[in-house]
C-alpha cells in the first residue's frame, strides 16, 4: 500500500450514498473526523470550501455530506441527503463559505470546519484525495495547533496534567497494537496533544479498547 492508501478499502471505497466518492463520500469522512476530534456534535459548525469543493459543492452533494459527518452519519446511512434539515431540527447551526483563495493545507478538494459549543472549540482541515479517503493535514484542540502527516488513522492523546510520562503507557500500548510512524508533542497552556501517525489500519475492536483503557484518547 502506498503512503496515502493504507488499507484496500481506501481503494475500492466505502458503501456510500452519492453522487460523488470524493464529493460526497470523502467530505462524510472529514465531517466525521471533525465529530470525533470535538467529541460530540457541535452546536456551530462554519465549514470554509477551497478550490474544487467551493465551485461544485452544491452539486455533489458535499453540503449534506458534510453535515452527515459531523453528526456522525455513516457514508451510507440513508439520512445523509438530509442532513442539513436534520442539524437545523436539533439546534445546530451550519454554515458554508465558498473561498476564493487557495487551499490553506495545499489540496483541491479541502473542507476547514470551525466547530464550536458552550466553552469549547475546535478546527479540523481535511482535503478528499480519492475513493472516499480523506487526509487531515491540519487542526486545532485546546489552541493547540497540529499538522499531522496527511494519512489516516491518527491517534490523538490529551495530557491535561502535562506530565510526560502519562503518555508512556500510551506510547508502549500503541507500538504493540499500532504501530506508528511518527510522533509529536505539542505543548498548550492547559494540556500537551501527543500526536501519532498510525502505519496501517486500525480494527474498530482495537480503537474500542484503547478507549476503554485510556483517558482522553481520540482516534480520527
Known amino acids: 500500500m502506498s503512503a496515502n492508501y493504507r488499507s484496500v478499502f481506501d481503494i475500492i471505497g466505502p458503501i456510500m450514498i452519492g453522487p ?12 466525521q473526523a471533525g465529530n470525533k476530534l470535538f467529541g460530540e456534535t457541535p452546536k456551530k459548525v462554519t465549514v470554509h470550501y477551497y478550490g474544487s469543493f467551493a465551485q461544485t459543492h452544491r452539486g455533489h452533494g458535499t453540503d449534506y455530506a458534510i453535515a452527515a459527518g459531523v453528526m456522525g452519519f455513516a457514508t451510507d446511512d440513508p439520512r445523509v441527503p438530509n ?10 447551526d451550519i454554515r458554508f ?18 466547530m464550536s459549543a458552550p466553552g469549547k472549540k475546535a478546527r479540523i482541515s481535511g482535503c478528499s484525495i480519492g475513493g472516499g479517503a480523506i487526509e487531515i493535514r491540519d487542526f486545532v484542540l485546546h489552541d493547540v495547533e ?18 510526560h510520562e502519562n503518555a508512556i503507557p500510551v506510547t508502549t500500548e500503541l507500538e504493540k497494537v499500532a504501530p ?15 500526536e501519532y501517525d498510525i502505519k496501517n489500519y486500525i480494527q474498530d475492536k482495537v480503537v474500542k479498547e484503547l478507549k476503554e483503557k485510556f483517558e482522553n484518547i481520540i482516534c480520527l
Request: charged fraction near 25%.
Open 83 to 92: 442532513a442539513p434539515e436534520i442539524a437545523k431540527e436539533n439546534g445546530i
Open 97 to 114: 463559505v465558498e473561498e476564493p483563495g487557495e487551499s490553506p493545507i495545499h489540496h483541491p478538494n479541502t473542507a476547514v470546519l470551525e
Open 180 to 194: 506508528f510512524s511518527r510522533k509529536q508533542v505539542l505543548q498548550g497552556e492547559d494540556c500537551d496533544i501527543y
Open 20 to 31: 460523488s466518492s470524493s464529493h460526497t463520500a470523502g467530505a462524510v469522512a472529514i465531517g
Open 146 to 163: 497540529v499538522k499531522p502527516s496527511g494519512p489516516l488513522p491518527i491517534i490523538i492523546f490529551v495530557d491535561k496534567e502535562k506530565k
